[in-house]
């Protein structure tokens, strides 16, 4: 197997099944006319500006998601004006705009002024199911849902307020320092590919994860970034929408269609606060230059209730049978898995005994020949809804031609255990169900491979270490750490002790990577998604380089000798980690082709 037999990332073909338009939103603040509940004619004014939005809006095909502010509100309804139900009847969506959450405020405070936002606005005669303004350190998520709101925007960086310091993602260790969701206004997260793509979720303290069964859809997009700033930034006021502002959100838009997926709705929402209007003419402009986009079946124009419409609630899985402690596990393998579904298993992990939630993907055009097999194994401290929840990418890797197996680690997810941290118990549970793997029905056990992502790595590559015979012939490593001093710096999650040897031996990829007696295929964009540096790509390259393994790959290039340095052209551009799943297909490819 040569450099070449893996393509260039660079130039991979597009995947069957182009993915659907983008769906555009814009969620148009209503706020900034301080005084109007008091000032009828400042009222009108802010009204009228309002409704040549919308005149411009319609006149092109788009509709808007109107968000009032609780001052519009009471000044509509002293006014005795018609706003809320005239746009409604014109198909538009009104929600609120809280503009709650900079001081922290205690649950039950916040529900219930949520609520009472909310009912003041229906008390018009309208139906309230989308609210933005609520970003913050107390637990906005579930005041939202207790509010009875369907769906959020409005997502920026002061969001991550609420999420635990020890497990914010990289780059907002200085959120705290933000007093008020003015200075952290920055669209988040930061990952373009996940903005772009609405999850549902429950709980304040882990909102970035995605829970399809959970009652409300997080509407990210750039919906922290007001339209009319979209040129001149946040730091400019007041911004006025031009042309300038158009080629923007175009540029936006070309961004947004290069991580659409055949597999999930992908919506770019933003913002539009009004409370300085801009020139009359400027909306047309705008809504022109953006209809050429909707006329070529590239975008489409909905409300907020229709966005979160693309994405139901689904229910989740039974739990797992009971596990029995004093029944050892059974060493016979068929003895050790139970079916429970056409797709779905529990192995046992024969080490800690634990039951192991095993699903499998395979490709939406069926096939009678035999598949190869991908075992995902998930980053962090995630399981196998990081592979199933939107944009797909298990699906994606499995409509590339592979039956895909995507599992919940001990104390993960669904399944049984406490969580070990990638350590032994963990490896074993891996090996546990690599074997299964090779036994699906509709599986060549002669073409079965592991796919690690990020902090995964450390399991896969200590499972082939460990477990030298298992039926896996390949490792493909998608930008994973490669001992402790890359996994957070020894105080992430995977533990706290730089000095704890005994915990470490089980934990470091460096030293199982240079164990393993498979093609080992690196991964490795430019901009790593944690990493700072390339160091922790040079020694895994380097380690492999030194063990059993008869094929080493740095993306497209194998590596013969060990390197000094990593050239840069080996390395991906940034953009190709939004299509990981494409990428690691192609290689998947080519090794199950040798």
């Not at 788009?62 to 809320?84: I, P, Q, Y």
């Not at 991580?259 to 999930?264: G, I, M, Q």
């Not at 539009?272 to 975008?299: K, L, N, Q």
């Not at 070990?420 to 490896?427: E, L, R, S, W």
Request: glycine content about 8%; overall charge negative.
């Amino acid at each position: 197997m040569d450099a070449g037999d893996v393509p260039d990332e660079g130039d991979d073909a597009a995947p069957d099944g182009a993915a659907d338009p983008v769906l555009l939103g814009i969620s148009v603040h209503v706020e900034g006319f301080q005084g109007e509940a008091g000032d009828r004619q400042k009222y009108m004014r802010h009204r009228q500006t309002l409704v040549e939005t919308a005149d411009a809006a319609e006149a092109h095909g788009a509709r808007l998601s109107f968000e009032l502010s609780a001052e519009f509100t009471a000044a509509m309804a002293r006014w005795g004006d018609d706003f809320a139900t005239l746009m409604a009847s014109r198909g538009h969506a009104i929600g609120v705009h809280a503009d709650l959450g900079g001081t922290p405020i205690p649950l039950d405070a916040f529900t219930h002024q949520l609520a009472e936002r909310k009912a003041a606005i229906e008390a018009q005669g309208v139906t309230v199911t989308h609210v933005s303004g609520i970003c913050s350190a107390s637990d906005w998520v579930e005041a939202a849902i207790g509010a009875g709101f369907e769906s959020a925007t409005g997502i920026t960086e002061f969001c991550v307020k609420s999420i635990p310091a020890e497990h914010r993602p990289p780059g907002y260790e200085d959120i705290d320092a933000c007093a008020r969701p003015s200075e952290c206004h920055v669209p988040a997260p930061e990952d373009i590919f996940q903005r772009a793509h609405p999850w549902r979720t429950s709980t304040s303290d882990a909102w970035l994860r995605n829970e399809p069964d959970s009652p409300i859809v997080i509407v990210a997009g750039e919906s922290g970034t007001s339209l009319p700033c979209l040129a001149e930034g946040p730091d400019v006021e007041p911004c006025v929408l031009d042309t300038s502002d158009n080629a923007r959100f175009l540029e936006l838009l070309g961004a947004y269609e290069d991580v659409a997926s055949p597999a999930t709705p992908t919506v770019l929402n933003i913002s539009w606060s009004i409370g300085v209007p801009s020139p009359a003419e400027a909306a047309d402009s705008f809504f022109a230059a953006v209809e050429s986009e909707v006329t070529a079946g590239r975008a489409t124009w909905e409300t907020l209730p229709q966005i979160a419409a693309h994405f139901p609630r689904v229910a989740v899985d039974d739990p797992p049978p009971a596990a029995d402690p004093d029944t050892p596990p059974p060493a016979d393998l068929e003895r050790n898995a139970v079916q429970v579904g056409e797709d779905r298993w529990w192995v046992r992990n024969p080490t800690s005994g634990a039951w192991l939630w095993v699903r499998t993907l395979a490709p939406v055009e069926p096939t009678a020949d035999p598949l190869p097999v991908v075992v995902m194994v998930p980053g962090g401290a995630n399981g196998a809804s990081k592979f199933l929840q939107p944009p797909g990418d298990g699906q994606a890797i499995a409509d590339a031609g592979n039956l895909v197996v995507v599992f919940d680690p001990d104390g993960r997810g669904r399944s049984e255990g406490v969580e070990d941290a990638d350590g032994y118990a963990h490896q074993d549970g891996l090996a546990a169900v690599v074997r299964l793997a090779a036994s699906l029905p509709g599986a060549d056990p002669d073409r079965v491979g592991i796919v690690s992502y990020s902090y995964g790595v450390t399991m896969a590559s200590g499972a082939l270490a460990r477990h030298p015979d298992l039926p896996a012939r390949y490792l493909v490593d998608w930008e994973g750490p490669a001992n402790r001093l890359d996994t957070g710096g020894c105080a992430g999650y995977a533990g706290p002790d730089c000095a704890d040897e005994a915990y470490w031996a089980e934990r470091e990829a460096s030293t199982f990577i240079g164990q393993i007696a498979v093609p080992y295929v690196r991964v490795q964009s430019a901009r790593d998604h944690v990493q700072a540096d390339q160091e922790h790509t040079l020694t895994m390259v380097n380690a492999a380089i030194a063990g059993p393994a008869p094929i080493v790959m740095l993306n497209s290039y194998r590596v013969e000798t060990a390197l000094d340095a990593i050239p840069p052209t080996w390395l991906l551009p940034d953009s190709v980690d939004a299509r990981k799943a494409r990428t690691i297909a192609a290689h998947l490819e080519r090794l199950n082709a040798h």
